[in-house]
Protein backbone atom coordinates (compact mmCIF):
# COMPACT_ATOMS: atom_id res chain seq x y z
CA UNK A 1 0.00 0.00 0.00
CA UNK A 2 2.84 2.72 0.95
CA UNK A 3 4.24 1.56 -2.91
CA UNK A 4 1.31 2.69 -4.00
CA UNK A 5 1.09 5.68 -2.23
CA UNK A 6 4.66 6.91 -2.76
CA UNK A 7 4.45 6.38 -6.85
CA UNK A 8 1.03 8.27 -7.12
CA UNK A 9 1.56 11.19 -4.15
CA UNK A 10 4.14 13.23 -6.34
CA UNK A 11 1.39 13.33 -9.61
CA UNK A 12 -1.31 13.25 -7.38
CA UNK A 13 -0.01 16.41 -5.44
CA UNK A 14 0.85 18.15 -8.65
CA UNK A 15 -2.71 17.11 -10.22
CA UNK A 16 -4.51 19.29 -7.19
CA UNK A 17 -2.16 22.70 -7.95
CA UNK A 18 -2.92 21.93 -11.60
CA UNK A 19 -6.01 22.19 -11.78
CA UNK A 20 -5.94 25.15 -8.68
CA UNK A 21 -3.82 27.15 -11.49
CA UNK A 22 -5.94 26.42 -14.45
CA UNK A 23 -9.26 27.39 -12.38
CA UNK A 24 -8.43 30.38 -11.34
CA UNK A 25 -6.47 31.63 -14.34
CA UNK A 26 -9.48 31.15 -16.66
CA UNK A 27 -11.81 32.37 -14.20
CA UNK A 28 -9.72 35.94 -13.64
CA UNK A 29 -7.02 37.88 -16.53
CA UNK A 30 -5.52 40.88 -14.04
CA UNK A 31 -4.30 42.18 -17.15
CA UNK A 32 -7.80 43.78 -17.87
CA UNK A 33 -7.90 45.82 -15.08
CA UNK A 34 -4.92 47.50 -16.84
CA UNK A 35 -6.57 47.54 -20.23
CA UNK A 36 -9.85 49.11 -18.88
CA UNK A 37 -8.28 51.55 -16.38
CA UNK A 38 -9.31 50.19 -13.35
CA UNK A 39 -5.96 50.19 -11.62
CA UNK A 40 -3.77 52.66 -10.73
CA UNK A 41 -0.47 53.47 -8.80
CA UNK A 42 1.33 50.36 -7.00
CA UNK A 43 -2.25 48.68 -7.86
CA UNK A 44 -0.80 48.13 -11.55
CA UNK A 45 1.51 45.98 -10.37
CA UNK A 46 -1.61 43.30 -9.84
CA UNK A 47 -2.35 43.70 -13.25
CA UNK A 48 1.00 41.96 -14.72
CA UNK A 49 0.45 38.88 -12.77
CA UNK A 50 -0.25 37.12 -15.69
CA UNK A 51 2.42 38.28 -17.16
CA UNK A 52 4.83 37.17 -13.88
CA UNK A 53 2.48 33.61 -14.31
CA UNK A 54 4.03 33.00 -17.87
CA UNK A 55 7.63 34.20 -16.77
CA UNK A 56 7.43 32.20 -13.79
CA UNK A 57 6.11 28.93 -16.37
CA UNK A 58 9.08 29.18 -18.29
CA UNK A 59 11.11 29.37 -15.83
CA UNK A 60 10.09 26.07 -14.44
CA UNK A 61 10.49 24.71 -18.05
CA UNK A 62 14.13 25.91 -18.19
CA UNK A 63 15.09 24.42 -14.83
CA UNK A 64 13.70 21.12 -15.73
CA UNK A 65 15.97 21.29 -19.05
CA UNK A 66 18.67 22.18 -17.28
CA UNK A 67 18.06 18.94 -14.62
CA UNK A 68 16.54 17.04 -17.16
CA UNK A 69 19.38 13.72 -16.55
CA UNK A 70 19.09 14.47 -12.36
CA UNK A 71 15.05 14.68 -12.58
CA UNK A 72 14.42 10.79 -12.00
CA UNK A 73 16.93 11.43 -8.86
CA UNK A 74 14.67 14.30 -7.68
CA UNK A 75 11.60 12.68 -8.29
CA UNK A 76 12.82 9.34 -6.48
CA UNK A 77 13.71 11.43 -3.36
CA UNK A 78 10.05 13.10 -3.25
CA UNK A 79 8.58 9.93 -3.05
CA UNK A 80 10.83 8.52 -0.49
CA UNK A 81 9.61 11.68 1.70
CA UNK A 82 6.03 10.80 0.73
CA UNK A 83 4.15 11.09 4.23
CA UNK A 84 -0.22 10.45 4.67
CA UNK A 85 0.31 11.95 7.89
CA UNK A 86 2.07 15.74 6.69
CA UNK A 87 -0.20 15.77 3.70
CA UNK A 88 -3.34 16.16 6.23
CA UNK A 89 -1.89 18.55 8.18
CA UNK A 90 -1.28 20.77 5.34
CA UNK A 91 -4.43 20.10 3.10
CA UNK A 92 -6.83 21.92 4.98
CA UNK A 93 -4.89 25.25 5.38
CA UNK A 94 -3.69 24.71 1.49
CA UNK A 95 -7.52 24.60 0.18
CA UNK A 96 -8.46 27.33 3.03
CA UNK A 97 -5.46 29.47 1.16
CA UNK A 98 -7.05 29.09 -2.04
CA UNK A 99 -10.29 29.78 -1.04
CA UNK A 100 -9.15 33.37 0.55
CA UNK A 101 -7.74 33.51 -2.56
CA UNK A 102 -10.52 33.30 -5.34
CA UNK A 103 -13.17 35.29 -2.66
CA UNK A 104 -10.27 37.99 -2.31
CA UNK A 105 -10.02 37.89 -6.44
CA UNK A 106 -13.98 37.87 -6.62
CA UNK A 107 -13.88 41.37 -4.56
CA UNK A 108 -10.83 42.73 -6.16
CA UNK A 109 -12.68 42.57 -9.84
CA UNK A 110 -16.05 42.60 -8.39
CA UNK A 111 -14.92 46.69 -7.52
CA UNK A 112 -12.24 47.03 -10.10
CA UNK A 113 -13.97 50.51 -11.28
CA UNK A 114 -13.31 51.80 -7.69
CA UNK A 115 -9.66 50.87 -6.51
CA UNK A 116 -9.38 54.25 -5.09
CA UNK A 117 -12.06 53.06 -2.42
CA UNK A 118 -10.85 49.54 -2.26
CA UNK A 119 -7.62 49.65 0.36
CA UNK A 120 -4.51 47.93 0.29
CA UNK A 121 -6.21 45.65 2.66
CA UNK A 122 -8.05 42.78 -0.16
CA UNK A 123 -4.34 42.83 -2.37
CA UNK A 124 -2.58 41.92 1.35
CA UNK A 125 -5.33 39.08 1.56
CA UNK A 126 -4.53 37.99 -2.25
CA UNK A 127 -0.78 38.08 -1.41
CA UNK A 128 -0.66 36.36 1.61
CA UNK A 129 -3.59 33.55 0.50
CA UNK A 130 -0.84 33.57 -2.47
CA UNK A 131 1.89 32.82 -0.69
CA UNK A 132 0.15 30.43 1.98
CA UNK A 133 -1.26 27.98 -0.82
CA UNK A 134 1.81 27.59 -2.65
CA UNK A 135 3.92 26.65 0.76
CA UNK A 136 1.55 24.32 2.09
CA UNK A 137 1.39 22.58 -0.77
CA UNK A 138 5.22 22.64 -1.37
CA UNK A 139 5.29 21.31 2.50
CA UNK A 140 2.84 18.33 1.34
CA UNK A 141 4.65 17.34 -0.59
CA UNK A 142 7.98 16.94 1.54
CA UNK A 143 9.40 18.72 4.62
CA UNK A 144 10.84 22.40 4.54
CA UNK A 145 14.69 20.28 5.13
CA UNK A 146 14.17 18.44 1.92
CA UNK A 147 13.84 21.68 -0.29
CA UNK A 148 16.59 23.50 1.46
CA UNK A 149 18.69 20.54 0.77
CA UNK A 150 17.54 20.26 -2.43
CA UNK A 151 18.31 24.22 -3.29
CA UNK A 152 21.68 24.39 -2.36
CA UNK A 153 22.62 20.92 -3.99
CA UNK A 154 21.38 22.68 -7.13
CA UNK A 155 21.97 25.75 -7.00
CA UNK A 156 23.50 26.15 -9.96
CA UNK A 157 21.13 25.16 -12.48
CA UNK A 158 18.72 27.28 -10.37
CA UNK A 159 20.49 30.29 -10.64
CA UNK A 160 21.50 29.62 -14.33
CA UNK A 161 17.40 29.19 -14.90
CA UNK A 162 16.84 32.14 -13.19
CA UNK A 163 19.25 34.30 -15.29
CA UNK A 164 18.25 32.95 -18.74
CA UNK A 165 14.58 33.46 -18.14
CA UNK A 166 16.02 36.74 -16.88
CA UNK A 167 17.80 37.61 -20.51
CA UNK A 168 14.68 36.58 -22.06
CA UNK A 169 12.12 38.66 -20.48
CA UNK A 170 14.73 41.40 -20.55
CA UNK A 171 15.04 41.04 -24.39
CA UNK A 172 11.38 40.30 -24.92
CA UNK A 173 11.33 44.22 -23.31
CA UNK A 174 14.24 45.62 -25.85
CA UNK A 175 12.02 43.90 -28.46
CA UNK A 176 8.81 46.22 -26.90
CA UNK A 177 11.28 49.42 -26.72
CA UNK A 178 11.73 48.75 -30.46
CA UNK A 179 8.44 48.82 -31.69
CA UNK A 180 8.48 53.38 -31.51
CA UNK A 181 11.22 53.48 -34.05
CA UNK A 182 10.70 50.51 -35.95
CA UNK A 183 6.76 51.39 -36.35
CA UNK A 184 7.34 53.84 -39.05
CA UNK A 185 9.02 51.30 -41.10
CA UNK A 186 6.23 48.51 -40.26
CA UNK A 187 3.84 51.31 -41.90
CA UNK A 188 5.24 51.93 -44.59
CA UNK A 189 5.74 48.20 -45.53
CA UNK A 190 2.17 47.38 -44.52
CA UNK A 191 0.53 50.48 -46.36
CA UNK A 192 2.77 49.90 -49.56
CA UNK A 193 1.61 46.38 -49.34
CA UNK A 194 -2.04 47.58 -49.41
CA UNK A 195 -1.10 50.17 -52.39
CA UNK A 196 -1.02 47.16 -54.35
CA UNK A 197 -4.75 46.60 -54.18
CA UNK A 198 -5.95 50.41 -54.03
CA UNK A 199 -3.56 53.29 -53.25
CA UNK A 200 -6.56 55.78 -53.05
CA UNK A 201 -8.17 53.73 -50.07
CA UNK A 202 -5.17 53.14 -48.01
CA UNK A 203 -5.52 55.08 -44.27
CA UNK A 204 -1.57 55.59 -42.30
CA UNK A 205 -1.68 57.22 -39.49
CA UNK A 206 2.24 56.87 -37.98
CA UNK A 207 1.78 58.94 -35.11
CA UNK A 208 -1.23 57.67 -33.69
CA UNK A 209 -0.54 53.93 -34.65
CA UNK A 210 -3.73 53.63 -36.70
CA UNK A 211 -3.54 51.70 -40.19
CA UNK A 212 -6.41 50.99 -42.88
CA UNK A 213 -8.73 50.91 -46.01
CA UNK A 214 -11.76 53.29 -46.58
CA UNK A 215 -13.68 53.55 -43.22
CA UNK A 216 -12.13 49.95 -41.99
CA UNK A 217 -9.36 51.50 -39.58
CA UNK A 218 -7.33 49.95 -36.88
CA UNK A 219 -4.87 50.76 -34.01
CA UNK A 220 -1.60 48.37 -33.37
CA UNK A 221 -1.36 48.27 -29.90
CA UNK A 222 2.16 47.70 -28.78
CA UNK A 223 1.49 43.82 -27.78
CA UNK A 224 -0.23 43.26 -31.49
CA UNK A 225 3.14 45.03 -33.21
CA UNK A 226 5.24 41.91 -33.71
CA UNK A 227 7.84 42.19 -30.60
CA UNK A 228 6.10 39.80 -28.70
CA UNK A 229 7.09 37.59 -31.37
CA UNK A 230 10.44 38.27 -31.87
CA UNK A 231 10.76 37.41 -28.40
CA UNK A 232 8.85 34.07 -28.35
CA UNK A 233 11.02 33.21 -31.69
CA UNK A 234 14.10 33.97 -30.17
CA UNK A 235 13.26 32.15 -27.16
CA UNK A 236 11.99 28.86 -29.36
CA UNK A 237 15.90 29.37 -31.07
CA UNK A 238 17.70 29.30 -27.79
CA UNK A 239 15.97 26.16 -26.29
CA UNK A 240 16.19 24.40 -29.51
CA UNK A 241 19.77 25.14 -30.34
CA UNK A 242 20.73 23.91 -26.74
CA UNK A 243 18.70 20.79 -27.11
CA UNK A 244 20.63 19.89 -30.23
CA UNK A 245 24.20 21.77 -29.80
CA UNK A 246 25.56 18.58 -30.87
CA UNK A 247 24.23 19.10 -34.37
CA UNK A 248 25.12 22.54 -34.81
CA UNK A 249 28.36 24.93 -35.43
CA UNK A 250 29.00 27.23 -33.01
CA UNK A 251 29.52 30.06 -33.15
CA UNK A 252 27.81 30.00 -37.02
CA UNK A 253 24.18 28.98 -35.25
CA UNK A 254 23.87 31.96 -33.60
CA UNK A 255 23.53 33.62 -36.98
CA UNK A 256 19.79 31.66 -36.92
CA UNK A 257 18.39 34.51 -34.73
CA UNK A 258 18.90 38.12 -36.45
CA UNK A 259 17.45 35.43 -39.50
CA UNK A 260 14.13 34.45 -37.30
CA UNK A 261 13.85 38.36 -35.88
CA UNK A 262 13.76 39.62 -39.65
CA UNK A 263 11.02 36.83 -41.02
CA UNK A 264 9.10 36.96 -37.65
CA UNK A 265 8.82 40.74 -38.31
CA UNK A 266 8.50 40.91 -42.14
CA UNK A 267 5.57 38.48 -41.31
CA UNK A 268 4.21 41.08 -38.83
CA UNK A 269 4.30 43.13 -41.76
CA UNK A 270 1.87 41.17 -43.90
CA UNK A 271 -0.74 40.13 -41.05
CA UNK A 272 -1.11 43.41 -40.51
CA UNK A 273 -1.83 44.23 -43.93
CA UNK A 274 -3.69 41.17 -44.57
CA UNK A 275 -5.84 42.21 -41.56
CA UNK A 276 -6.82 45.67 -42.55
CA UNK A 277 -7.45 43.96 -46.67
CA UNK A 278 -9.76 40.94 -45.08
CA UNK A 279 -11.64 43.82 -42.62
CA UNK A 280 -12.41 46.13 -45.75
CA UNK A 281 -12.91 43.73 -48.35
CA UNK A 282 -14.54 40.83 -46.72
CA UNK A 283 -15.85 40.96 -43.60
CA UNK A 284 -14.16 42.94 -40.41
CA UNK A 285 -15.96 40.28 -37.99
CA UNK A 286 -13.31 37.62 -39.30
CA UNK A 287 -10.53 40.45 -39.75
CA UNK A 288 -10.67 41.31 -36.03
CA UNK A 289 -12.61 38.39 -34.11
CA UNK A 290 -10.74 35.38 -35.97
CA UNK A 291 -8.13 36.59 -38.24
CA UNK A 292 -6.44 38.42 -35.64
CA UNK A 293 -6.92 36.08 -32.71
CA UNK A 294 -5.32 32.87 -34.34
CA UNK A 295 -2.50 34.52 -37.01
CA UNK A 296 -0.07 35.58 -34.83
CA UNK A 297 0.72 31.61 -33.71
CA UNK A 298 0.05 30.95 -37.19
CA UNK A 299 3.10 32.81 -38.09
CA UNK A 300 5.28 32.13 -34.84
CA UNK A 301 4.46 28.03 -36.12
CA UNK A 302 5.18 28.32 -39.49
CA UNK A 303 8.32 30.41 -39.35
CA UNK A 304 9.68 27.97 -36.51
CA UNK A 305 9.14 24.92 -38.55
CA UNK A 306 10.88 26.61 -41.52
CA UNK A 307 13.63 27.64 -39.17
CA UNK A 308 14.42 24.00 -38.36
CA UNK A 309 13.96 22.82 -42.04
CA UNK A 310 15.48 25.29 -43.57
CA UNK A 311 18.43 25.25 -40.41
CA UNK A 312 18.93 21.19 -41.15
CA UNK A 313 19.20 21.32 -44.77
CA UNK A 314 22.23 24.19 -44.44
CA UNK A 315 25.59 23.16 -44.05
CA UNK A 316 26.64 26.20 -43.00
CA UNK A 317 25.60 26.04 -39.24
CA UNK A 318 25.29 22.19 -39.29
CA UNK A 319 27.83 19.95 -38.54
CA UNK A 320 29.23 17.45 -41.41
CA UNK A 321 27.95 13.43 -40.51
CA UNK A 322 31.30 11.90 -39.97
CA UNK A 323 32.26 8.99 -38.53
CA UNK A 324 31.55 5.09 -39.16
CA UNK A 325 28.33 3.74 -37.39
CA UNK A 326 28.79 0.90 -35.06
CA UNK A 327 27.67 -2.27 -36.62
CA UNK A 328 24.67 -2.36 -33.97
CA UNK A 329 23.29 1.12 -34.82
CA UNK A 330 23.16 0.17 -38.38
CA UNK A 331 21.40 -3.41 -37.12
CA UNK A 332 18.63 -1.11 -34.75
CA UNK A 333 17.75 1.64 -37.92
CA UNK A 334 15.35 -0.42 -40.16
CA UNK A 335 13.24 -0.64 -36.26
CA UNK A 336 13.72 2.80 -35.36
CA UNK A 337 12.79 3.99 -38.59
CA UNK A 338 9.75 1.83 -38.12
CA UNK A 339 8.96 3.44 -35.31
CA UNK A 340 9.65 6.84 -36.20
CA UNK A 341 7.15 5.82 -39.11
CA UNK A 342 4.47 4.94 -37.18
CA UNK A 343 5.01 7.78 -34.54
CA UNK A 344 4.60 10.20 -37.36
CA UNK A 345 1.58 8.69 -38.76
CA UNK A 346 0.02 8.35 -35.21
CA UNK A 347 0.75 12.56 -34.32
CA UNK A 348 0.22 13.90 -38.46
CA UNK A 349 -3.72 13.47 -37.99
CA UNK A 350 -3.99 15.68 -34.96
CA UNK A 351 -1.30 18.31 -36.15
CA UNK A 352 -3.29 18.92 -39.66
CA UNK A 353 -6.18 19.26 -37.45
CA UNK A 354 -4.57 21.42 -35.58
CA UNK A 355 -2.99 23.47 -37.87
CA UNK A 356 -7.03 23.40 -40.03
CA UNK A 357 -8.32 24.80 -36.92
CA UNK A 358 -6.25 27.38 -36.75
CA UNK A 359 -6.88 28.70 -40.66
CA UNK A 360 -10.27 28.04 -40.77
CA UNK A 361 -10.72 29.94 -37.15
CA UNK A 362 -8.43 32.97 -38.69
CA UNK A 363 -10.74 33.50 -41.61
CA UNK A 364 -14.14 32.80 -39.48
CA UNK A 365 -15.74 35.47 -36.94
CA UNK A 366 -18.32 33.90 -34.65
CA UNK A 367 -19.55 30.78 -36.89
CA UNK A 368 -16.86 28.32 -38.43
CA UNK A 369 -18.22 27.75 -41.85
CA UNK A 370 -15.45 26.60 -42.92
CA UNK A 371 -15.35 23.71 -40.58
CA UNK A 372 -15.83 20.89 -43.23
CA UNK A 373 -11.88 22.17 -44.06
CA UNK A 374 -11.02 20.61 -41.29
CA UNK A 375 -12.46 16.86 -41.72
CA UNK A 376 -11.49 16.98 -45.39
CA UNK A 377 -7.68 17.83 -43.99
CA UNK A 378 -7.61 14.70 -41.66
CA UNK A 379 -9.44 12.28 -44.01
CA UNK A 380 -6.88 12.64 -46.47
CA UNK A 381 -3.91 12.47 -43.89
CA UNK A 382 -5.78 9.81 -42.29
CA UNK A 383 -5.81 7.96 -45.61
CA UNK A 384 -2.46 8.63 -46.84
CA UNK A 385 -0.77 7.44 -43.39
CA UNK A 386 -3.16 4.46 -43.05
CA UNK A 387 -0.73 2.06 -44.23
CA UNK A 388 1.45 2.30 -41.87
CA UNK A 389 -1.11 2.93 -38.86
CA UNK A 390 -2.73 -0.52 -39.80
CA UNK A 391 -6.09 0.05 -37.51
CA UNK A 392 -7.34 -3.08 -39.18
CA UNK A 393 -8.25 -5.42 -38.57
CA UNK A 394 -9.83 -4.37 -35.05
CA UNK A 395 -13.04 -5.71 -32.82
CA UNK A 396 -14.86 -3.38 -31.47
CA UNK A 397 -15.67 -4.14 -27.31
CA UNK A 398 -18.19 -3.31 -25.00
CA UNK A 399 -16.27 -2.08 -22.30
CA UNK A 400 -15.04 0.61 -25.01
CA UNK A 401 -18.48 1.32 -25.60
CA UNK A 402 -19.45 1.54 -22.12
CA UNK A 403 -16.70 3.97 -21.20
CA UNK A 404 -17.93 6.32 -24.21
CA UNK A 405 -21.58 6.23 -22.46
CA UNK A 406 -19.93 7.51 -19.22
CA UNK A 407 -17.54 9.77 -20.29
CA UNK A 408 -20.74 11.12 -22.33
CA UNK A 409 -22.90 11.55 -19.39
CA UNK A 410 -19.99 13.03 -17.29
CA UNK A 411 -19.62 15.65 -20.04
CA UNK A 412 -23.37 16.50 -20.25
CA UNK A 413 -23.37 16.99 -16.69
CA UNK A 414 -20.57 19.13 -16.68
CA UNK A 415 -21.56 20.84 -19.37
CA UNK A 416 -24.98 21.85 -19.00
CA UNK A 417 -26.52 25.05 -19.54
CA UNK A 418 -23.02 26.62 -19.11
CA UNK A 419 -22.77 28.62 -22.98
CA UNK A 420 -26.61 29.68 -23.37
CA UNK A 421 -25.97 33.05 -25.18
CA UNK A 422 -23.32 30.51 -27.54
CA UNK A 423 -26.23 28.49 -27.74
CA UNK A 424 -28.64 31.07 -28.78
CA UNK A 425 -25.95 32.87 -31.57
CA UNK A 426 -25.54 29.32 -33.01
CA UNK A 427 -29.61 28.18 -33.69
CA UNK A 428 -30.37 31.75 -35.14
CA UNK A 429 -27.13 31.19 -37.80
CA UNK A 430 -28.49 27.65 -38.82
CA UNK A 431 -31.86 28.94 -38.84
CA UNK A 432 -30.63 31.89 -40.91
CA UNK A 433 -28.91 29.35 -43.38
CA UNK A 434 -30.93 27.89 -46.36
CA UNK A 435 -31.83 24.26 -45.29
CA UNK A 436 -29.61 22.42 -47.70
CA UNK A 437 -26.62 24.49 -46.63
CA UNK A 438 -26.82 24.25 -43.16
CA UNK A 439 -27.84 20.69 -43.63
CA UNK A 440 -24.47 19.58 -45.13
CA UNK A 441 -22.73 21.69 -42.56
CA UNK A 442 -24.09 19.49 -39.57
CA UNK A 443 -23.62 16.27 -41.74
CA UNK A 444 -19.76 17.18 -41.93
CA UNK A 445 -19.80 18.54 -38.36
CA UNK A 446 -21.43 14.87 -37.10
CA UNK A 447 -18.74 13.36 -39.49
CA UNK A 448 -15.85 15.27 -37.77
CA UNK A 449 -17.20 14.77 -34.01
CA UNK A 450 -18.06 11.35 -34.35
CA UNK A 451 -15.17 10.40 -36.63
CA UNK A 452 -12.30 12.61 -37.37
CA UNK A 453 -11.67 14.46 -34.91
CA UNK A 454 -11.93 10.59 -32.61
CA UNK A 455 -9.55 8.89 -34.72
CA UNK A 456 -6.92 12.02 -34.97
CA UNK A 457 -6.84 12.86 -30.96
CA UNK A 458 -7.08 9.09 -29.94
CA UNK A 459 -3.94 7.99 -32.67
CA UNK A 460 -2.15 11.33 -30.82
CA UNK A 461 -3.05 10.90 -26.74
CA UNK A 462 -3.31 7.12 -26.54
CA UNK A 463 -1.59 5.92 -29.22
CA UNK A 464 1.71 8.43 -28.78
CA UNK A 465 1.51 10.12 -26.39
CA UNK A 466 0.62 7.34 -23.68
CA UNK A 467 2.87 5.08 -25.01
CA UNK A 468 5.98 7.31 -24.81
CA UNK A 469 5.28 7.90 -21.40
CA UNK A 470 5.11 4.56 -20.62
CA UNK A 471 8.33 3.52 -22.67
CA UNK A 472 6.60 1.02 -25.21
CA UNK A 473 6.51 1.00 -29.02
CA UNK A 474 2.96 -0.32 -29.14
CA UNK A 475 1.60 2.98 -30.59
CA UNK A 476 -1.74 1.55 -32.19
CA UNK A 477 -1.39 -2.73 -31.17
CA UNK A 478 -0.27 -4.39 -27.97
CA UNK A 479 -0.34 -4.69 -24.72
CA UNK A 480 1.00 -0.90 -22.83
CA UNK A 481 2.26 -0.68 -18.84
CA UNK A 482 0.98 0.88 -16.38
CA UNK A 483 2.20 4.49 -15.76
CA UNK A 484 0.75 6.87 -13.59
CA UNK A 485 3.08 9.44 -15.62
CA UNK A 486 1.31 8.68 -18.70
CA UNK A 487 -2.18 8.78 -17.95
CA UNK A 488 -2.21 11.63 -16.27
CA UNK A 489 -0.16 13.77 -18.37
CA UNK A 490 -1.79 12.51 -21.80
CA UNK A 491 -5.21 13.07 -19.67
CA UNK A 492 -3.93 16.82 -18.94
CA UNK A 493 -3.04 17.23 -21.99
CA UNK A 494 -6.14 15.87 -23.67
CA UNK A 495 -7.78 18.21 -21.52
CA UNK A 496 -5.65 21.51 -22.09
CA UNK A 497 -6.25 21.04 -25.38
CA UNK A 498 -10.63 21.47 -25.38
CA UNK A 499 -12.29 24.40 -24.19
CA UNK A 500 -13.78 22.24 -21.24
CA UNK A 501 -10.55 21.49 -19.68
CA UNK A 502 -11.97 19.55 -16.61
CA UNK A 503 -14.51 17.55 -18.47
CA UNK A 504 -12.10 16.75 -21.20
CA UNK A 505 -9.56 15.61 -18.34
CA UNK A 506 -12.03 13.42 -16.81
CA UNK A 507 -12.35 11.97 -20.70
CA UNK A 508 -8.85 11.54 -21.23
CA UNK A 509 -8.64 9.77 -17.50
CA UNK A 510 -11.85 7.44 -19.27
CA UNK A 511 -9.79 6.86 -22.62
CA UNK A 512 -6.78 5.89 -21.18
CA UNK A 513 -7.88 3.54 -18.74
CA UNK A 514 -9.82 1.93 -21.42
CA UNK A 515 -6.46 1.68 -24.15
CA UNK A 516 -4.60 0.43 -20.98
CA UNK A 517 -7.43 -2.76 -20.42
CA UNK A 518 -7.02 -3.42 -23.86
CA UNK A 519 -4.47 -4.40 -26.96
CA UNK A 520 -5.61 -2.12 -29.59
CA UNK A 521 -6.07 1.72 -29.09
CA UNK A 522 -9.12 1.17 -31.71
CA UNK A 523 -10.78 1.09 -28.00
CA UNK A 524 -9.99 4.38 -27.13
CA UNK A 525 -10.85 5.21 -30.44
CA UNK A 526 -14.52 3.74 -29.90
CA UNK A 527 -14.77 5.14 -26.74
CA UNK A 528 -14.02 8.69 -28.21
CA UNK A 529 -16.33 8.29 -30.85
CA UNK A 530 -19.19 6.84 -28.61
CA UNK A 531 -18.85 10.00 -26.64
CA UNK A 532 -18.82 12.37 -29.61
CA UNK A 533 -22.04 10.58 -31.09
CA UNK A 534 -24.13 10.87 -27.76
CA UNK A 535 -23.04 14.26 -27.11
CA UNK A 536 -23.77 15.46 -30.91
CA UNK A 537 -27.29 13.92 -30.25
CA UNK A 538 -28.25 15.97 -27.43
CA UNK A 539 -27.08 19.16 -28.20
CA UNK A 540 -28.90 18.68 -31.66
CA UNK A 541 -32.05 17.73 -29.38
CA UNK A 542 -31.40 20.17 -26.54
CA UNK A 543 -29.77 23.04 -28.87
CA UNK A 544 -26.83 23.77 -26.53
CA UNK A 545 -24.36 23.23 -29.42
CA UNK A 546 -21.11 24.80 -27.27
CA UNK A 547 -21.30 21.17 -26.00
CA UNK A 548 -19.72 20.04 -28.97
Known amino acids: MLKHFRAIFPLGVAFLLVLQLLYISQRFDAYTLVMEGATDGWRVLFGYLGKAAKIAVLYVALLCLLLKRELR ?28 LLQSSLLIFEFAGEA ?3 GILPYLFWFGALITSLVCWLLMIAPIRFWLRTTVRYRKPIVVAALVTAAIWLFTVMAGSLWGPLSTLTFVFSSNLLAQLNPQLVVVEPSQKV ?8 SVAPACSGYEGVGLISAFLALYLYLNRKEFRFPRAFVLFPLGVVVIWLLNVVRIAVLVALGYYWSADVAIGGFHSQAGWILFILTSFGLLWFASHWRFVMRADTGTVPQARKAAEPLERTNGAR ?3 ALMPLIVLLAADLLTSAFSSEFIWLYPVRVIAVLVTLAWFWPVLRLIPYRPSFQALGAGVGAAVIWV ?22 ELWSGLW ?23 LLCKLSRSPN ?16 SLAFGALHGAWVAGTIAGLIYAYVRLRSRHVGDAITAHATTNLLVFIFAAYTGQWSMI
Do not use: K
Not at 81 to 96: K, S, T, W
Not at 413 to 425: C, I, K, P, R
Open 73 to 100: SVLHSVRLEADIRRVGVYLLPQLLSYWV
Open 116 to 118: GQL
Open 442 to 464: LALRFLGAAITVPIAEELAFRGY
Open 343 to 345: ATA
Open 475 to 490: YTHGALPWSVTGVLVS
Open 211 to 218: LGMGDFLV
Open 413 to 434: VLLFNTGVEADQAFSQMLRGTP
